[in-house]
């Protein structure tokens, strides 16, 4: 069972800036496939950014060139730098992790990003 911590979440101005982070458990965090996802609601969660064990990167196209999504193996951490922030992106953000060996999916709790005047 991992466990996942999301955190930096908040309020920030529009064309602002904000840094997440994905806080997991387990000794095994290198081999994750890491995502961060995001719902608002009554709508489907949607990928905004994904990172490999080989520190490959894919990103929703409403966000690429604003977003970095980043990960530090040896703090069992994922971040999303968020940069030129609209007031479309305030939704909640969830961080997944894969594990590839089995295929099963592990979700954090959540943050909120509100981006507003």
Known sequence: QVQL???GGGLVQPGGSLRLSCAASGSIFSIYTMGWYRQA????RELVAVI??????????SVKGRFTISRDNAKNTVYLQMNSLKPEDTV???CKARDPRIGMDYWGKGTLVTVSS
Request: negative net charge.
């Open 5 to 7: 911590v999301e955190s």
């Open 41 to 44: 609601p009554g709508k489907q």
């Open 92 to 94: 909640v953000y969830y």
């Open 52 to 61: 490999t064990s080989t520190y490959s990167t894919n990103y929703a196209d």
